[in-house]
């Protein structure tokens, strides 16, 4: 069986970041695993402000159109990603505003548009991508925080439910899972966001596992499935949205050490019934972001550079086909 076969079974979605790069290329390999493997994409770069909306009154819709085209005529659902990103992925026109009704006049316009031409084909979109500071349990600074304030998460979820209540708003943030304060602080202004009735549907975990380039170690599956949990407790949907795992060139057995983190967090994320999406930040080893920021050769995805399965693709089917298990079907 697939991966969305055994994903669908568990009543789960299961995704890849495109990257249009690629995409656009016509790769065969690339698209059938895509089609073949997952039900959920997520683009690694279209979407994003810098890129769709580069300029005030220039949209490039070419590449979003080309995902969700392709996603519609093989049964997949897109994860819009993203809008208000504090870190990166801003053209300058918003990052140089000085203006509080300027930068919201921006943001609405930006929403409305964009909103209209996805037109229902855009399930749901992280609204609000990487609110804290990388490392450090603190908001990052940005445009946004420095305009609108510290609550600026809660006006952007109202402006954009109000221009369409019908697409699910995420909040999407990364390494809660091996830092602390970041998780401790994320959980309180979640939290807060719930108990004042905004229209926050779900949280997303990125679940990179940078290790040990960037950080010391991957969280047990115990931490992982804490943290899951956390906002799964609070009555909201949870997805894993960017999980890749490193497989360091120096380690010997490295394939199988990625394979069981992969399986472990998978399945630790997986037995949180509110948890139904898991998305790898991209296809094979060929293509990741990894590469570019990180060194070349940490193999960090599912399928290796031909697109043949690693252990890793056979751990996480069989965290796929455990969830399945414990799901009731029909
Ligand atoms: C990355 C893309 O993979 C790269 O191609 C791009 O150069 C930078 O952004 N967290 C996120 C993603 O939320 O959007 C980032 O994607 C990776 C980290």
Redesign the pocket.
């Known amino acids: 069986m697939s991966l969305r076969e055994l994903a669908a079974a568990g009543g789960v979605r299961v995704g890849a ?1 495109v ?1 249009e790069t690629v995409f656009d290329t016509g790769d065969e390999t690339y698209c059938s695993l895509l089609a073949g493997e997952f039900n959920s994409l997520t683009a ?2 279209a979407m994003k402000w810098m890129w769709i909306h580069p300029e005030p009154d220039r949209w490039e819709w070419a590449a979003n159109d080309g995902l969700v085209q392709f996603a519609e005529s093989h049964g997949m659902q897109v994860r819009g ?2 809008v208000v990103w504090p870190h ?2 801003t053209p300058p026109y918003i990052t140089d505003c000085d203006d509080a009704a300027a930068l919201r006049r921006h943001l609405v316009e930006h929403l409305e548009v964009l909103f209209a031409h996805w037109g229902g084909s855009v399930a749901r979109v992280d609204v609000v ?2 609110p804290l500071h990388w490392l450090e349990g603190r908001l990052a600074d940005s445009v946004w925080r420095s305009l609108m304030g510290d609550d600026y998460m809660a006006e952007v979820l109202t402006l954009a439910h109000d221009v369409d209540p019908t697409i699910e708003l995420w909040i ?1 943030e ?1 390494h809660n899972d091996i830092v602390p304060d970041k998780h401790e602080l994320f959980t309180k202004m979640v939290a807060d966001l719930v108990e004042r009735g905004l229209p926050l549907h779900g949280i997303g975990v ?1 679940g ?1 596992q940078l290790y040990p380039d960037f950080s010391p170690a991957p969280p047990t599956p115990e931490r992982f499935h804490q943290v899951v949990n956390t906002y799964a407790d609070m009555g909201l949907e949870v997805a894993v949205t ?1 999980m890749d795992v490193l497989a360091h060139p120096t380690d010997s057995d490295r394939l199988d050490v990625q394979a069981r983190i992969y399986g472990e967090l998978v399945d630790a994320a997986l037995s949180v019934e509110a948890c139904r999406e898991i998305t790898f ?1 991209g296809v094979s080893d060929a293509h990741s ?1 990894v590469d ?1 920021h990180f060194g070349p050769d940490r193999a960090p995805l599912l399928f290796d550079r031909e697109g043949q399965p690693k252990p890793a693709y056979h751990a996480v089917a069989a965290a796929f086909a455990s969830r399945a298990r414990r799901t009731p079907t029909g």
């Open positions: 970041a990257s690694e770069r990603h993203t990166w992925g991508n990487e999407n990364t990125q990179h960017e930040w972001w570019e």
